[in-house]
């Protein structure tokens, strides 16, 4: 019987480079022995030291496993196709069929490849927050494999909550946040590590939460929060992923260490009372959709070290005009923490900061953001 | 037999293939993923071959890979039903 055998890439310098060589027989044996026998380095390829075929070789007979016929001793037919396919170190290794699939649209652009994908899959991404903007942001990394999403969040679900928290469900009232927003993400990608963090973020834990991730992003709704997550990040060097919203507005940047932060904007907040909290302002339930997807923007190309970032620059966004606008922002050197001469060098009180001990600047009164 | 206008690139002799990857059975774009990710895994220099027998991937999957900078030696039907892209990494 003439039969076609088709040799692997690494065996094809035993055979001439050729891909594919005629060889004869009865059975498999006997094709590749015939073969063996044209080309001694084949032989020593293919074959054991007692002459059969070695186990780190598999072969196939019309895509079928000869383990699964009669071994070596299958008989061929005319015409019949032998392959011969050797472990492999290298392939598509380290990657699971699921994950193929997966990521797939990320894998398949030159921008992100197998390499960007394991980035985002090794990457720690602290949300502050699993609320308006929250939601977003952890469903899209959740996705796009960010492999450790840490939640901080003490509250519960409730029902007025559902009117843009996509994390949470009309079944999940009542339940703790974090609790809902892990099993939401593990719907969706149930390989992100969910890290729950259920308490209030203080001056006491900032820093040890804070210190085992690579990047934060905010959305809090707080002024107390909001300083004393930006102080932490200045402290230990971390990027913050900014985001606020009221009303029909939101802002977006990205505070890089270094580059300035969150008080070289607005040293200080804005007297208690002056600006309104979602609960009493309202806020349309799209617009943190629309924030906390920039922040998940912002976020993966800081992981993927692509792009231009949202550093330095402050994107303001007005839903009922539909516009985009953009102000620029630069590190203050009299910033209080991340200045030329910090007044602020550990974390501090901040209830009683954002009550009023310290007096409003220009910049504060104009702020109104609240998470 | 098809409606694709597949180019052949006979393998020049003399070029070795390093590793290789049967895709068969694999329809685009995974037959582009999984060869992409077999290559990111190789040196600069490296050359895989990848068995076909999707047709439409004998033509997507060189145009991606010069797309992302890559160099296709080879682009060769070796039976009925299967092709052998060969494709030489000359860029992280
Ligand atoms: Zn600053």
Known sequence: MSVNVYIPGPFRSATGNMAKVESEGSTVAEALRTLGNRYPAFKSLVFDLNGGVADHVAVFLNNRDIGTLQGDQTAIGEGDEISIVPAMSGGASGWSEEQILRYSRHIVMPQVGGKGQRKLLNAKVLLIGAGGLGSPTAMYLAAAGVGTIGLVDADVVDLSNLQRQLLHDTNDVGKPKVDSGQERINDLNPEVNVIKHRLYLNSENAMEIISGYDIVVNGCDNFPTRYLVNDTCVFLKKPLVDGSILFFEGQATVYLPGKGCYRCVYPAPPPPGMVPSCAEGGVLGVLPGIVGCIEAIETIKLILGLGESLSGRLLLFDALSMEFRQMKLRRDPQCPVCGDHPTVTELIDYEEFCLGIASPTEAAREAIRIG | ?92
Request: net charge negative.
């Open chain 2, 1 to 92: 037999m098809t409606d694709l206008n597949l180019t052949v690139i006979p393998l020049p002799s003399g070029v070795s293939v390093d590793d290789d990857i049967d895709l068969r059975g694999e329809v685009c774009p995974y037959t582009f993923v999984k060869s992409k990710l077999a290559l990111e895994d190789m040196e600069v220099g490296q050359v895989l071959s990848i068995r076909l027998d999707h047709l439409p991937a004998v033509d997507n999957c060189p145009r991606s890979f010069r797309n992302e900078g890559q160099e296709i030696v080879g682009v060769e039907q070796v039976d009925d039903t299967d092709w052998l892209v060969t494709v030489r990494k000359v860029r992280e």
